[in-house]
């Protein structure tokens, strides 16, 4: 793709129209250099899906084709301003559900091509990290961050904003997906974060001892296992005909989680002499996850980052802060650029 406008460099103000489509909510926003967020809207399909306990890939398709258009009208307005204002448009590429990132995608490629801008594919993953650097602009470096969303659990060390090192992945489920999974398989509803979390404020963590996955030397996570005792947990106690205690069994659950997720990254904080500590993701939302994490980094005098909670959730803020540098860098997409479900960082 040829782009006859202008390419800006960092000297300039830079506006950028970025997209979010790659699950469950339609979202716009227009950025000003990265981090100045002009607006930010989100149309979430939660209530849509509850029913189903769950997403269901081809009605959330359907809804952001529906709304696509209409989030990126009320960006723009928001933002006030006009398409031919804008520098570039960014979109969500990967991970996520083909059919949602699909609609995004083709949206971006459109106003690209119709204006004649450039087109710029972004990591969702990416997103939630960057989702710091809005609230938090100079975040001291190298840091540690921690992502944890409903498909992803990452471990990474940055040396720069834009040079990271994966140290750790998980090697199954995510921490959110089990927390999706459980959820579902106690009754407790969609999303499983929030309602695990509810639940589990009159329960006590210590009531049930679930297992917390031993994997060496490395900074992987694995759920899976926890996931299975949880279940066996439930089965056991049903055939004996007692009564499942839900906020202890909820409250159990969420520590071994957090117990996993805290150690990994405090051994690899003080393996690297980590100066700050982000948290990303929308399980980074959780409240006694940050407070675990928030009194572990207090005694080791190290600053703890994590997102607002409207920039936790899927947004296109983030989108376009990840899109500003790969704009600067003059990383663009060709319109030949497809969705990737698998894509990694």
Same mark, same amino acid.
């Given at each position: 793709?040829q782009?006859?406008?202008?390419?800006? *460099? $960092?000297? $300039?103000?830079?506006?950028?129209?970025?997209?979010?489509? @790659?699950?469950d $909510?339609?979202?716009a926003?227009?950025?000003?250099?990265g981090?100045?967020?002009?607006?930010?809207?989100? @149309?979430?399909q939660?209530?849509?899906?509850?029913?189903?306990?769950?997403v269901?890939? $081809?009605?959330?398709?359907?809804?952001?084709?529906?709304?696509?258009?209409p989030?990126? +009208?009320?960006?723009?307005v928001?933002a006030?301003?006009?398409?031919s204002d804008?520098?570039?448009?960014?979109?969500?590429y990967?991970?996520?559900?083909?059919g949602?990132?699909l609609?995004?995608?083709?949206? !971006?490629?459109?106003?690209?091509?119709?204006l004649?801008?450039?087109?710029i594919?972004?990591?969702h993953?990416?997103?939630h990290i960057y /989702?710091?650097f809005i609230?938090?602009?100079?975040?001291?470096?190298?840091l540690?961050c921690?992502?944890? #969303?409903?498909?992803h659990?990452d471990?990474l060390?940055?040396?720069?904003?834009?040079?990271?090192?994966?140290?750790g992945s998980t090697?199954?489920?995510?921490?959110?997906e /089990?927390f999706d999974?459980?959820?579902r398989?106690?009754?407790?509803g969609?999303?499983?974060?929030?309602?695990?979390?509810?639940? !589990?404020?009159?329960?006590?963590p #210590?009531a049930v001892?679930?297992?917390? !996955?031993?994997?060496?030397?490395?900074? *992987?996570f @694995?759920?899976?296992?926890?996931?299975?005792?949880?279940?066996?947990?439930? *089965?056991?106690?049903q =055939?004996?005909?007692?009564?499942?205690n839900? /906020? +202890?069994? !909820?409250?159990?659950? =969420?520590?071994?989680v957090?117990d996993?997720?805290?150690?990994n990254l405090?051994?690899a904080?003080?393996?690297?002499?980590?100066?700050?500590?982000?948290?990303?993701?929308?399980?980074?939302?959780?409240?006694?996850?940050?407070?675990s994490?928030?009194?572990?980094?207090?005694?080791?005098?190290?600053?703890?980052?994590?997102?607002?909670?409207?920039?936790?959730t899927? *947004?296109?803020?983030?989108?376009?802060a990840?899109?500003?540098?790969?704009?600067?860098?003059?990383?663009?997409?060709e319109l030949?650029?497809?969705?990737d479900?698998?894509?990694?960082?």
């Amino acid at each position: 793709m040829q782009f006859t406008q202008k390419i800006k *460099n $960092e000297t $300039e103000d830079i506006l950028i129209l970025a997209l979010e489509s @790659s699950c469950d $909510e339609t979202a716009a926003s227009v950025n000003l250099n990265g981090t100045e967020v002009l607006s930010n809207v989100v @149309s979430s399909q939660v209530k849509l899906h509850q029913k189903f306990g769950g997403v269901v890939p $081809e009605i959330a398709s359907r809804k952001h084709l529906e709304l696509i258009l209409p989030v990126i +009208d009320q960006a723009l307005v928001e933002a006030g301003v006009e398409f031919s204002d804008l520098d570039a448009v960014a979109a969500t590429y990967g991970p996520g559900l083909v059919g949602g990132l699909l609609v995004g995608l083709t949206a !971006a490629k459109t106003i690209a091509l119709a204006l004649k801008i450039p087109l710029i594919g972004v990591n969702h993953i990416a997103g939630h990290i960057y /989702a710091n650097f809005i609230a938090n602009p100079d975040i001291e470096k190298p840091l540690i961050c921690l992502t944890v #969303s409903g498909g992803h659990t990452d471990l990474l060390y940055f040396a720069s904003r834009r040079g990271y090192k994966i140290l750790g992945s998980t090697q199954d489920d995510a921490a959110g997906e /089990a927390f999706d999974k459980i959820s579902r398989f106690m009754g407790l509803g969609y999303p499983g974060g929030p309602a695990i979390e509810k639940a !589990a404020q009159s329960g006590d963590p #210590s009531a049930v001892d679930f297992p917390r !996955a031993d994997l060496g030397d490395s900074f *992987n996570f @694995s759920f899976s296992g926890l996931k299975t005792a949880v279940m066996n947990y439930i *089965n056991n106690q049903q =055939q004996k005909g007692n009564l499942v205690n839900k /906020a +202890d069994l !909820a409250a159990s659950f =969420q520590a071994a989680v957090i117990d996993s997720l805290s150690s990994n990254l405090m051994a690899a904080v003080k393996k690297y002499n980590a100066k700050s500590i982000v948290l990303s993701g929308g399980v980074a939302a959780n409240q006694q996850l940050r407070k675990s994490i928030s009194k572990q980094t207090t005694e080791l005098g190290l600053k703890l980052y994590y997102p607002p909670l409207d920039l936790c959730t899927d *947004n296109a803020a983030m989108i376009g802060a990840v899109a500003y540098y790969q704009y600067l860098e003059k990383d663009f997409a060709e319109l030949s650029l497809s969705a990737d479900p698998a894509l990694k960082l």
